[in-house]
């Protein structure tokens, strides 16, 4: 099996205007897809969501700055640390991540 990250990007202005039933929703959804995950065959290895980009801060060198370095609509929200087969079960599991409004990006774990 090798790993995989799922990187989870939303519109945070979305979220902010959400009501709250929406982060239950939401919650609900995320249960259901980890229990997708399983049955595909994958494993879930970590996952967390994220504090909102503005409790970012960039790093630079020496330079530190609040804020995420780059200006975007969607922001980096939380993410899918999983074990797959291969990449085709890897994105299998990825088109079941519930977003708000946006996407997710998968990307190998490199081996050293």
Not at 16 to 22: C, T
Request: charged letters at 20%; zero cysteines.
């Amino acid at each position: 099996m090798a790993e995989y990250l799922i990187l989870l990007y939303d519109d945070e202005t979305a979220w902010a205007n959400a009501p709250k039933s929406e982060y239950g929703r939401m919650q609900e959804a995320h249960a259901r897809f980890q229990q997708q995950a399983v049955g595909l065959g994958a494993k879930i290895v970590n996952s967390n969501a994220l504090q909102a980009t503005g409790m970012a801060t960039t790093v630079r060198g020496d330079v530190v700055t609040d804020g995420p370095f780059a200006e975007t609509k969607e922001a980096l929200g939380g993410y899918y640390l999983i074990e797959a087969a291969d990449l085709d079960q890897a994105l299998a599991v990825a088109k079941l991540v519930p977003t708000l409004n946006g996407g997710v990006e998968v990307r190998p774990i490199m081996v050293f």
